[in-house]
């Protein structure tokens, strides 16, 4: 079994974003606000 490449991964990620975007946007929404707020206020 061959690692799959980062590039791959990347696009895959971003599939199931915009997948998960499209099918649930206000959980995602939400947990995109979370995550930034936590990097924000740990980034101070």
């Keep these: 079994i061959e690692c799959p490449d980062t590039a791959d991964i990347v696009v895959l990620v971003c599939v199931f974003g915009m997948l998960a975007l499209g099918l ?3 959980p995602v929404l939400n947990l ?3 995550a930034s707020a936590v990097l924000f206020s740990s980034a101070q």
């Design 24 to 26: 649930f946007p206000e």
């Design 32 to 34: 995109v606000e979370d």
